[in-house]
């Protein structure tokens, strides 16, 4: 079901890694936060309730398979998953690598900003999260079949 208005609806979200009838896996390349990424229900639901049993667990198997990779490549400190919605109430989960020298932990990276990041780190962290979405890809790519 389509939502009026809805930008998840209209739009990908960002780089396309993998999709299937079902959810999609999108890069946003947010400046500041490099490596972050979401997985997405394709169709226009809201909340995780709204699925039924075997596509949350499709849903959360997604986010778990991009959260293990983005801890063996990214070694952050943490990793934060959420799942707000509150301007887009279409359902989505961002998988969010943290470090403590980045620019809002131990915050959220919604919060108020702690500290500025030089280009440095922003060009290191940017390197790693290039080799996240093409382990992710070729993950896919392999496993496809079976999603
Ligand atoms: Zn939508």
Known sequence: MKSIDCVLC????????????HL?????????????????????AQEMTDLTFEHRSQMMKTVCL???MMRQ??????????????????????IIPRWVDDTHFPLPIWGE?????SQAWLHEKA??????VQAIK???MQHESNQ
């Open 24 to 44: 999609r896996i999108i890069a946003p390349h947010e400046a500041l936060y490099p490596g972050l990424i979401r997985v997405i229900w394709n169709s226009h």
């Open 138 to 140: 070729e993950y896919f």
């Open 66 to 68: 991009v959260e293990d």
């Open 113 to 117: 900003t702690q500290r500025q990041v």
């Open 73 to 94: 490549i990214m070694l952050p400190i943490k990793i934060n998953l959420a799942s707000l919605g509150n301007a887009v109430p279409h359902l989505h989960w961002h």
């Open 10 to 21: 209209d739009e990908l979200g960002g780089e396309l890694i993998f999709q299937n009838s």
């Open 127 to 132: 390197e790693l999260a290039t080799r996240l």
